[in-house]
């Protein structure tokens, strides 16, 4: 799957506790994603800048309503707007 397709790709760091509050947002709305962990390294993460201009994480990318945006507070909020109870998704 491409960031283009449709469906929740999540970039991600190993044992980072903001990018842990994604995955459990993501588990609790029972959400399907793709995982991609990103280089530790802040100044590595070409991956990321390329999708999001930045290169914090977590970042999400989501196919299905043409969104990208980092900052967990941020990520969490439109996860449960979006796909939680009432949600548009």
Do not use: W
């Amino acid at each position: 799957m491409s960031d283009t397709d449709d469906g929740i790709t999540l970039y991600r760091l190993q044992a980072c506790p903001f990018c842990e509050r994604v995955v459990r947002a993501l588990d609790d709305l029972d959400i399907e994603y793709e995982s991609r962990f990103v280089e530790p390294m802040h100044s590595e993460r070409n991956a990321v800048k390329r999708i999001s201009g930045k290169r914090s994480v977590p970042a999400l990318v989501d196919g299905n309503t043409g969104v990208t945006m980092s900052e967990s507070a941020n990520i969490v909020e439109y996860l449960e707007r979006t796909y939680g109870d009432g949600g548009v998704a």
